[in-house]
């Protein structure tokens, strides 16, 4: 239940930290988020980026190589990638949003290229563009919103939104990591880029993936989409935070005795490996790969192989064990739900791009490491930065017109005085949210045992007491928004009685064609979850294109 203007705090003209006015606040510096600075900037507006790092280098793209959904409008090319997909996300994906999503990518691959991305060449002069290096990529997309004017604070994590007299949202406020100093940004629209959430599963790049953004737009009344598609795990090294898992197509999985474990690296492997893992250990090899396939891994993606090299072991010989770390909505498909072809969200001037909003528009309940959610960053981002700078421009305010915090748990006074344990609650949310045969595979006994757990821990995290240092309060919002998320995602959990894309249900193991729907969620102290349908595709549409003059105005805007 979201909270009255009387409920909430006014914004007063005393506060003593940094303030800033602009036209479109972006929240979070991963490529959604820098898509849509240089989108906002380029259609006129004033903007800020917010990052909770360091903006280039934070997120779960910056540290990897990442793969594209990157598909040439060739014959039926487009129509079979978009198969590709479909069946396995439980024909959830609505076809308009992939057609779009597939010709936004294209022409934004094409923008990064002329901007300088170095992208490789083939042996025969052709420009290969179907994956991105992130250090590259990030550094390039920092450069480029520092280029169109937008302001960045980094280290510098939002910790709720501010709203109108009316209740659109109309900025934020946080603190400064480093300093300790508190900002508000005044701003006519805000933009949610803030990814997905890992429950601090020490996955690489996910440390400040925590479900901030969710929770701040929760909030404010946003609707989520998709939440009970969130227990994706990575494979990786039980060593290393390392979940690359596409090397692992040429990996023999063994048990402790050296006995190959039948099954653990076909398509379903990573089930069979979740069931050895809950009672032993599991080591894999990469012994499948020839020396041609070794020699390409190693440039492909050279920082999957520093946790070996440290070590001193061979992954091409030497057993060595994994594991599988929860990277929930990082990798799943729930999110924030977008209402609008521009990203917008349910409510007045909040959109949300990349993980941060749902991806079962392209991808149904399944997707995965980059590729997909790649493509929904480059082109969610392009289009919310530019919805939001609409937005901004007819929705203009003065800079002294009444805004309210809207931050609940840890930032507003509340019934007790017992102050916050944040690191308590986020070993308590992951023992709810870890083992495989709670998320993994998920039945109604533990999924309404975590939950009792989970309503309890909320109810007495609403009550404490406010931090009253900005780190704490920076740990405490975390602490909140991965147990807000846990707790959507298991509601989700229980009302989809079927087992369809990720959302895997003990005793309910096939798909039941009823039940081919969306479900929306929301709430903080009661959750809710509703059923949303599908879109029908239409016969014969072409996806819409922006305007080939406006098109080309943007580009110019950012070249």
């Known amino acids: 239940m979201t909270q009255t203007n009387a409920q909430r705090r006014k914004v007063t003209d005393a506060f003593a930290g940094k303030r800033h006015d602009v036209d479109v606040l972006v929240i979070g510096g991963g490529p959604a988020g820098t898509w849509a600075a240089i989108s906002a900037a380029a259609n006129g507006a004033k903007v800020v980026l917010a990052d909770k790092g360091y903006c280039g280098t934070s997120g779960a793209t910056a540290p990897s190589g990442t793969a594209v959904w990157y598909v040439p409008d060739d014959g039926d090319t487009r129509e079979r990638a978009k198969a590709s997909r479909f069946e396995m996300g439980g024909r959830l994906a609505e076809h308009e949003w992939m057609d779009r999503v597939l010709a936004q990518t294209w022409d934004n691959v094409q923008q990064l290229a002329d901007w300088g991305y170095p992208f490789p060449v ?137 006995q190959k474990i039948e099954g653990a690296g076909s398509a379903r492997g990573r089930g069979v490996i979740a069931r050895e893992l809950a009672s032993r250990k599991v080591f894999g090899c990469l012994d499948l790969a020839d020396d041609q396939i070794r ?94 700078a609409t937005f901004a421009r007819a929705n203009r305010r003065a800079a002294s017109a009444a805004r309210y915090h809207t931050g609940g748990v840890a930032l507003q006074e509340a019934a007790t005085h017992d102050g916050i344990d944040s690191a308590q609650i986020v070993r308590a949310v992951q023992d709810e949210v870890f083992p495989y045969e709670r998320n993994w595979w998920r039945s109604a006994d533990l999924l309404a045992d975590s939950l009792g757990r989970l309503d309890a821990l909320w109810g007495q995290l609403r009550a404490s007491a406010p931090t009253r240092n900005a780190q704490e309060a920076v740990r405490a919002r975390e602490a909140a928004a991965m147990l807000a998320t846990a707790r959507w995602m298991y509601r989700s959990a229980q009302a989809r009685t079927e087992t369809r894309g990720m959302h895997r249900r003990v005793e309910y193991t096939t798909t039941d064609d009823s039940q081919h729907h969306r479900l929306l969620s929301g709430g903080l102290d009661d959750i809710w979850v509703r059923r949303h349908p599908v879109a029908a595709r239409v016969p014969h549409a072409a996806p819409e294109r922006v305007p080939a003059a406006a098109n080309l105005a943007v580009t110019g805007a950012l070249a």
């Not at 083939?122 to 990030?138: A, C, I, K, L, N």
């Not at 508190?182 to 996910?206: D, E, K």
Request: proline residues 3%; hydrophobic residues 40%.
């Open 122 to 258: 083939d042996e025969f002069g052709q420009s290969q563009r179907t994956s991105v290096q992130g250090p590259e990529y990030m550094r390039l997309m920092r450069k480029r919103v520092k280029e169109s004017g937008a302001r960045i604070l980094d280290h510098s994590p939002a910790l709720e939104l501010l709203v109108d007299g009316d209740g659109a949202v109309a900025g934020a406020a946080g603190v400064n990591r480093q300093t300790g100093e508190t900002w508000q940004v005044r701003a006519n629209a805000v933009v949610i880029a803030t990814g997905g959430c890992a429950f601090l599963s020490r996955a690489l790049g996910c440390n400040v993936l925590t479900g901030d953004g969710q929770l701040m737009a929760a909030e404010v009344g946003a609707e989520l989409s998709g939440m009970e598609f969130s227990n994706a795990y990575g494979l990786g090294p039980a060593f290393a935070s390392v979940t690359k898992s596409m090397f692992y197509k040429w990996a023999t999985f063994y048990d402790e005795d050296g």
């Open 295 to 388: 020699a390409w891994m190693r440039t492909a993606q050279p920082n999957f192989f520093l946790p070996f090299d440290r070590l001193g072991i061979d992954p091409f010989t030497q057993h060595f064990p994994v594991t599988l770390r929860l990277e929930g909505t990082v990798r799943g498909t729930g999110g924030l739900n977008v209402t609008g072809r521009d990203c917008a969200t349910s409510v007045h001037g909040l959109y949300a791009a990349g993980d941060a909003a749902t991806r079962e528009l392209i991808c149904g309940g399944f997707t995965g490491g980059g590729s997909h959610n790649a493509a929904w960053a480059m082109s969610t981002g392009f289009w919310a930065g530019a919805g939001a």
